[in-house]
Every structure is written in structure tokens, then in C-alpha cells.
């Protein structure tokens, strides 16, 4: 027996996890007969195991009609008692924490636990509002006593001091300037005086103005207001919340008038409080307030010590009541989806699972059946089913966020060729190779490995949206900082400067008229630079650089080597699918007229890096297809040229009518063969006959539209042939945004940098340092990230993956506990 089928049987025994990066995990379609008394013990295990994703066979109820609609309806209840709890120890400024030891409970008793604690919890805060309601009116009404105490004293005192003045004038000789009628005012009886009455209480300070506006018109000036800032904001009793108030006593005659006040008062939020004009009475009020507002203090301390204490008991379990009724509402929900046979007493329940996971989940069946001590066990059934199953790869935390890039774009068929295994090194090297500086690589490193080491702290904060993102795919970010590192020390720059790391330059200047801002005049001296491209050769301005040449012509090679395995990949699925069309009159077509072309262009390049020559490529490339018969000339690379280029031409001529015509013939003549054959068959079972039956009617009266196959395989062709040619050009992003980078750094550290310097001043090359960091960071750390990888993300979803990826699949979800959402 082969390595291959030992691998087979030990994933069929369960021994061992798939190891096949390449498709998806070969799926089934099973069914599982669960009795009734274990069917909850059953989910409980499964969603446990977290390895099937169950078929609603109920589409067609609504959710008020099924088994447990009254389980889901108790287990919201519980839920939203929980975030009740929750918001109470928020509000108290109490986090969770859980007990070393957790005490058993079951969903019943949960139920009640938690009823009794919410009306606990219900009765604690109304005592408390009612309490600190009072408490806040005691408050007000104490500072009422004082401020309208204070105004009644002064108003007493200049009443006094203005009797005895009269009584002064009134003892002393009578004058002409003396009242005439104040002898007969002074003798009026008491009982006919004017008697004023009053209102007291607060009013906001904002509506303070308006407040005494109003009075004023209400009552036509026949009143008397007088305000008293109070010092601190107080608590409102009815809203609760701190308010700047005056506090107001307002004078008035006649019942009218006191009752357009007390509207006015009500109208305006202001709150009214007794007061009197004794002032031994006063004293005595503010006494029995003063004593009130300490036994009220005291009353509601104690009162939010207890409701603390409440709390925190409930912190000490709350994790685990929160778990157990999100993992109660899952099971009862996906119980829902299980079809309910009265008669046999048991659920009948269809879904997806990986192959690899029969004996997992036989043995969580068995377990269930043990556990509730059942009589009749559980049955699985493999069933067989011409239904596309779902998409599950295996990921971890590395690969996780390289498959998503992938699955962004569309999820795999089934079995289907996973471009996410390509992924882990194309994309943060396509990436590298437009951000190329190992400066700028060793920041992002920083950066990177700042959020690996903190993961498990990270993992378990709520972090805003670009964060998330950021955290999500910290190992995406790692691999471009390294592939970036690397590409910089090949490209020599570090923030756009060269430096001789690994040995002297091999070029020096031929005489003393050469300088270092040009590759004229330089000869070799010593051997060539070990790694990467010498410093020397990042030249002038005036002419296209050695290194801009090799940028340019390297994205040709990685965007041709690219396409050509992503077409070898569509060769691979089609074999994968016996797909015979599509690895002959698709594949080989493809791969010649691509290779013809840009394959060769390729060698090409090769060829003249290899050799030293100065033939023009551009002109050999063009003249291949207007004059393919001339002579090549000085552009000759190699003995036979002009031999291979007219093959090659011809084959790419040739490789588009063999894309086109025979696909739809072929698939004519297969058609007509079909449906030739359909008139004689074996016989067969009866459920066998009617299922081919079904078959037959589905599929054998289908229509062969010819022309329809063959505008859709012109389509094809048509998009393949033009695609080879923008798709190639499309990959000298690479070349234009390494450039890009490579002159907004130049231009940073010699227009910023080495400018400040010049300056020989402390101030200047602070500010210039400052300005050269943030520009670095802003631009290049942020804006040139992003924008080389979405360049990427497009390379590969546009140039790569339409070659072989159909991306018409769906995910694999399973009913898996640890995959409940916080907020479900």
C-alpha cells in the first residue's frame, strides 16, 4: 500500500486531519436519524465538534410554526435579561471575571435564576430612583431655605431701618416738605393693608430670562422677582441630570395672578417649594432638611452597596450564563431545522461534512446516545447527491487572511484549484516589487511584529475598523515586509539611498570629469557586485537607469510566468474534472499563442542580460509581425532567429482558430451521440427508474443551441487573445509604481533631508527631520502601501486567477459553537 492510500484510510478512520492545500476537503452529503429524547444532547456534541452544516428541510415554515419556536423565544428572553445585567454593570463600573471554579446549571434553572435576579436588580434601581429623587428634591429645597432665606433677612432689615427714618421725621416738627398725608398712612388699621403673597422654588438658568419675560407680561408688572445664582449645578429630581439653576421668589397679588404663576412654574421646569416668613420656623425647616438629606444619604448608600454586591455575583458567572444561552438558542435554532417525524419519534436532520470527520461524528452520536440514555441510538447515512457541496479549506492563523484575499473575489467551486496556497507568496512578492526599499520594509516589519507579539491582547479588544483590518491580516503585512526587505537589498536602497553592503562597487570613474550622478564614463574595475544591483548603477536622470531597464523588463518575466501557471492550473482542473475539452482545445491553444509571443519575448530578455547585447527588443517584437521575413540585422541575438520567430508566429495564428472551432463541434457530436443512445437502456429497480427517469426528463430534452456554443467559445477566444496582450502590459504596474517609489523617496531625502542639512542650522534640520518622517509615514508608509497592495489584489484577481478560477462556489459553515457571533 502506497504512502497516498495509507494517507486515505488513516483520514478515513479520523486519525489525521487532510493534507491536500490544493482543493477543498472532499465533502458528503449524510443524514442522521436522532430520536427525540437525545436530539438536544446530540447538537450539543456536534455544535461541539463544529464539523456539519445542516440543511433547513423547513424552508417552508415560517419561524412561528416550527418544533421550537417557544425554546428560541425563551432563550431571546434570557438573552435580553443578560444584556440588562450587562448595561446595570457598565453603568457601574464593574468588568467581568470569572470564578476558578464554575458551578454547574441547567437551561431551566438558568431561566428562573436569572428572572429572579432581573426583578431583584428592577426592584434595587426603582427604590434607588425613588430615594435619590427625594434626596435631590431635599437638596433643592435646602437651597431654596437658604438663598430666599437670605433675601427675606435683607428685605427685613432695609424694612426696618426705613420704619424708624419715618419714625424720625415723624417725631420732629412738622415742615412743608413733610408728607401731607403721612400722619393718616401711618394710622391706617392693619387689617386694611395690601397683604402680598409668593411663590419660591429653582428654574434653570438658561430659561432664567425667559422665565421672568413671561411673568412680567402675564401678570402686567404686577410682581416682584428676585433671582440667586446658585453656585455648582444640581441634579435635577425628574431628569437626573446636572443643571445650572437660579433660585427664584416671585411676589404677586390676588388669586389670578397666582395661578398664571403656578402654570408659568410648570411650564418652564421650574420646581416650587413651601417656604415660610418666620424666621424661627425657617431654622427649624432647615433642620429637619438637613437631617432628612443625611438619613437619605445614608439609606442610599446602602442601597447601591447592595445592588454593587448583586453585580458582582453576577460578573463571577456572567461569561458563563451568556455562553450557555447563545449555545441554547443555537441548538434550538438549528433543531428547527431538522425535520420532525411524529410517528418514529425522532428528528431527521441532512447536512454537509468533511469525509475525513465520519468517525468524529459518529463517535459524538454514540457519546449522545450514552449521555441521555437513550434506548435507540442515532443512524448516519451517506447519501448520494448530484448537488454541488460546499467550499471548506482548513486554514490557520497564517493562512486565514490569504485565503480571504482569495475568497473576496469569489469562493471555490468544489474541489476546485485554491489560488490561496499561490497566494502566500505572490502576493506580498508582487507587492514587494513595487514598494522595494529595505528601510521602508524594516518600518512595516516593526509595525508588524508590534502587533503579532500583543495578538492575544489585541484578540480579545474591540478595535476600530481600520485596526481590525490592520490586526486581521498582520501575517499578510509580515510576509510583504520581509518580501520588501528582500526586493530592497536587490534593488539597493534604503529610503532611495544605495549603500556597498556586501562589497565594494565594481565601477569606478574613468577620469576626474565623472561623477557619481552618471553611469557615463564609469569602467569596471573589479569583479561585479556580489548581490543586488551596484550601488553605481543608479544613474542619471538624463538617460533611462540600468535600474528602471531591469524593473521594467523583470515584470515582464513575472507577469508571463504568472499567466503561464495560472494557465497550467486550468490544466490541472480540467484534468481533475476529466474535462477532456478543456485540457486539449483550451489548454494547449492558450499556452501556445502566449509563449509564442510573450514567451518569447521573454527568452529574449534573458538572452540579451545573459549575453551583453544591444539589440533593440522593441524593434525585434514589432518587426516580427509587420516584416517577419527581413533580416534581423544588428538586433540578432542568436543563430536562427528569424527561423524560430516565423515558427513561433505561425503557431500563434494557428492556436486561435484551435481555440475557436473545435470545442463546439466536438460538443455537437457528443450531443448527438447522447441523444442517439436514449432510446435503449437496462432495466433496472424501481426507486433506480425513477431516478433515472428524473434525470432523463431534466436533462435529456435539453436543446443543443449550436450557435449559442459557439458565440460563447468565440467570446472566449476573443477575450484570451486580447487579455494576453493587456494582461502583460497590465503587470508594468509593477515597473511604473517601483519607480514611483523609488523617485517620492529621492525626493524626499534630497529635497527635505540633505536640504535641511545644507542649512547648518539646529532649528532647520529639526524641522526638515520632522517634515522627512511625517512624509515618509504618510505618503510612503501609508498611501504607497495601500496603493501597492491593491495593485497586487488586482494583479491577481484580474491577470491571474481568470485564467483557471471560477469562483461560483459557496462556503462551508458549520454549526459550530465558536462561531456564534458576541451579538447574535
Not at 398 to 415: H, K, N
Amino acid at each position: 500500500m502506497g504512502d497516498y492510500q495509507r494517507l486515505n484510510v488513516r483520514r478515513e478512520r479520523g486519525c489525521c486531519p487532510p493534507m491536500d492545500l490544493m482543493r477543498s476537503e472532499e465533502m458528503q452529503l449524510a443524514r442522521i436519524i436522532i430520536p427525540v429524547e437525545s436530539a438536544h444532547r446530540t447538537l450539543s456534541y456536534l455544535g461541539d465538534l463544529g464539523l456539519v452544516q445542516f440543511k433547513d428541510l423547513n424552508a417552508d415554515k415560517s419561524p412561528f410554526q416550527r418544533t421550537y419556536a417557544n425554546q428560541i423565544k425563551r432563550c431571546g428572553e434570557m438573552s435580553r435579561k443578560l444584556r440588562f445585567m450587562k448595561d446595570q454593570m457598565a453603568k457601574a463600573g464593574i468588568v467581568h471575571s470569572e470564578m476558578p471554579t464554575q458551578i454547574h446549571i441547567d437551561f431551566d434553572e438558568l431561566e428562573i435564576k436569572l428572572g429572579e435576579i432581573e426583578a431583584e436588580l428592577i426592584e434595587v434601581n426603582s427604590n434607588n430612583e425613588k430615594l435619590q429623587r427625594a434626596y435631590n428634591e431635599l437638596v433643592e429645597y435646602m437651597l431654596v431655605l437658604k438663598k430666599a432665606g437670605e433675601f427675606f433677612h435683607s428685605a427685613q432689615s432695609s424694612a426696618t431701618a426705613q420704619q424708624r427714618e419715618n419714625e424720625s421725621h415723624q417725631s420732629a416738627d412738622g415742615s412743608l416738605d413733610s408728607p401731607l398725608l403721612l400722619e393718616q398712612e401711618m394710622l391706617t388699621e392693619p387689617s386694611k393693608q395690601l397683604k402680598l403673597g409668593f411663590v419660591s422654588g429653582l428654574v434653570p438658568k438658561e430659561k432664567a430670562m425667559s422665565f421672568e419675560r413671561i411673568l412680567f407680561r402675564a401678570t402686567r408688572g404686577n410682581m416682584y422677582l428676585s433671582q440667586a445664582a446658585v453656585d455648582e449645578p444640581v441634579i435635577d429630581p425628574i431628569s437626573g441630570e446636572k443643571v445650572a439653576k437660579n433660585v427664584f421668589v416671585v411676589f404677586y397679588s390676588g388669586e389670578r395672578a397666582k395661578a398664571k404663576m403656578l402654570k408659568i412654574c410648570e411650564a418652564f421646569g421650574a420646581n416650587r417649594y413651601p417656604f415660610t416668613e418666620d424666621i424661627g420656623k425657617q431654622m427649624q425647616m432647615i433642620a429637619e432638611v438637613s437631617g432628612k438629606i443625611s438619613e437619605l444619604k445614608t439609606t442610599i448608600d446602602l442601597g447601591l452597596l447592595h445592588r454593587d454586591t448583586i453585580l458582582k455575583n453576577i460578573s463571577y458567572h456572567f461569561e458563563q450564563w451568556n455562553n450557555m444561552a447563545r449555545r441554547e438558542k443555537s441548538i434550538y435554532h438549528t433543531l428547527n431545522m431538522l425535520s420532525f417525524d411524529v410517528t418514529k419519534k425522532c428528528l431527521v436532520a441532512e447536512g454537509w461534512c468533511p469525509v475525513f470527520a465520519t468517525n468524529q461524528i459518529q463517535d459524538a452520536l454514540e457519546k449522545a446516545t450514552c449521555d441521555s440514555n437513550s434506548q435507540v441510538g442515532s443512524i448516519f447515512q451517506v447519501l448520494h447527491t448530484k448537488e454541488s457541496p460546499p467550499t471548506y479549506f482548513q486554514t490557520n492563523k497564517f493562512t486565514l487572511a490569504f485565503q480571504e484575499i482569495v475568497d473576496a473575489y469569489g469562493v471555490a467551486a468544489y474541489q476546485e484549484a485554491n489560488p490561496g496556497v499561490y497566494t502566500v507568496v505572490t502576493f506580498p512578492f508582487l507587492f514587494a516589487v513595487m514598494f522595494g526599499d529595505w528601510g521602508h520594509g524594516l518600518c512595516l516589519l516593526l509595525a508588524t511584529l508590534l502587533l503579532i507579539f500583543r495578538e492575544k491582547k489585541l484578540s480579545s479588544q474591540k478595535l476600530g475598523d481600520i485596526m481590525e483590518m490592520m490586526f486581521g491580516g498582520r501575517y499578510v503585512i509580515l510576509m510583504m515586509a520581509l518580501f520588501s526587505i528582500y526586493t530592497g537589498l536587490i534593488y539597493n536602497e534604503f529610503f532611495s539611498v544605495p549603500f556597498e553592503l556586501f562589497g565594494r562597487s565594481a565601477y569606478e570613474c574613468r577620469d576626474p570629469t565623472c561623477s557619481d550622478a552618471t553611469t557615463v564614463g564609469l569602467i569596471k574595475v573589479r569583479e561585479a557586485y556580489p548581490f543586488g544591483v551596484d550601488p553605481q548603477w543608479h544613474g542619471s536622470r538624463s538617460e533611462l537607469p540600468f535600474l528602471n531597464s531591469l524593473k521594467m523588463k523583470m515584470s515582464i518575466l513575472l507577469g508571463v510566468a504568472q499567466m503561464n501557471l495560472g494557465i497550467f492550473l486550468s490544466y490541472f482542473n480540467a484534468a481533475f474534472f476529466n474535462n477532456s475539452l478543456n485540457m486539449w482545445y483550451q489548454f494547449i491553444p492558450q499556452l501556445i499563442f502566449l509563449n509564442s509571443l510573450f514567451g518569447y519575448l521573454s527568452v529574449l530578455i534573458i538572452v540579451k542580460w545573459c549575453t551583453g547585447s544591444q539589440a533593440d527588443l522593441y524593434h525585434v517584437m514589432i518587426y516580427m509581425f509587420l516584416s517577419p521575413t527581413d533580416d534581423l540585422g544588428e538586433n540578432q541575438l542568436f543563430p536562427g532567429q528569424k527561423i524560430v520567430q516565423l515558427v513561433l508566429l505561425l503557431l500563434a495564428l494557428i492556436s486561435v482558430p484551435w481555440m475557436l472551432f473545435p470545442k463546439p463541434l466536438l460538443l455537437k457530436k457528443q450531443h448527438n451521440e447522447r441523444h442517439q443512445g436514449q432510446s435503449y437502456s437496462m432495466l433496472h429497480t424501481t426507486e433506480e427508474s425513477l431516478e433515472i427517469e428524473q434525470d432523463h426528463d431534466s436533462h435529456g430534452h435539453e436543446e443543443f443551441e449550436f450557435s449559442e456554443v459557439f458565440v460563447h467559445q468565440l467570446i472566449h477566444t476573443i477575450e484570451f487573445v486580447l487579455g494576453a496582450v493587456s494582461n502583460t502590459a497590465s503587470y508594468l504596474r509593477l515597473w511604473a509604481l517601483s519607480l514611483a517609489h523609488s523617485e517620492l523617496s529621492s525626493v524626499f531625502y534630497e529635497k527635505v533631508l540633505l536640504l535641511a542639512w545644507g542649512f547648518n542650522n539646529i532649528i532647520i534640520l529639526i524641522v526638515g527631520a520632522i517634515v522627512f518622517i511625517c512624509a515618509t509615514v504618510g505618503v510612503l508608509l501609508v498611501m504607497e502601501t495601500l496603493s501597492a497592495f491593491l495593485h497586487a489584489l488586482r494583479l491577481h484577481w484580474v491577470e491571474f486567477q481568470n485564467k483557471f478560477y471560477e469562483g461560483d462556489g459557496y462556503k462551508f459553515s458549520p454549526f459550530s459553537f465558536a462561531l456564534i457571533p458576541e451579538e447574535d
